[in-house]
């Protein structure tokens, strides 16, 4: 079991930048990768940025050059730095982790982001 609790979210202006956490409940060092999603109102959940153990990087193409995610395996926290923040990014940003072990996935209960003026 990983238990992952995203933090960061809030109200922020377009243009605006903002920081999201994930901390998890044991070592990321060891997971297979991390990942962060998003899901807008009527919309399905999309992916955003994910990061290996191999620090092999993927983003969608709506948010490249705009965001970057780092992890720290010391604090055992992934982080998704956003900038540029556009109204269209609003959603509920969720973390997600998959274990090595099946490939399981294991998701937080997501943090939500609103960028408006």
């Known amino acids: 079991q990983v238990q992952l609790v995203e933090s960061g979210g809030g109200l922020v202006q377009p243009g605006g930048s903002l920081r999201l956490s994930c901390a998890a409940s044991?070592?990321?060092?060891?997971?297979?990768?991390m990942g962060w999603y998003r899901q807008a109102p009527g919309k399905q959940r999309e992916l955003v940025a994910t990061?290996?153990?191999?620090?092999?990087?993927n983003y969608a193409d709506s948010v490249k050059g705009r965001f970057t995610i780092s992890r720290d395996n010391a604090k055992n926290t992934v982080y998704l730095q956003m900038n540029s923040l556009k109204p269209e990014d609003t959603a509920v940003y969720y973390c997600?982790?998959?274990?090595?072990?099946?490939?399981?996935?294991?998701w937080g209960r997501g943090t939500q982001v609103t960028v408006s003026s």
């Open positions: 997600k982790g998959t274990v090595v072990v099946g490939l399981t996935d294991y």
């Open positions: 990061i290996t153990s191999g620090s092999s990087i």
């Open positions: 044991r070592s990321i060092f060891t997971m297979y990768a």
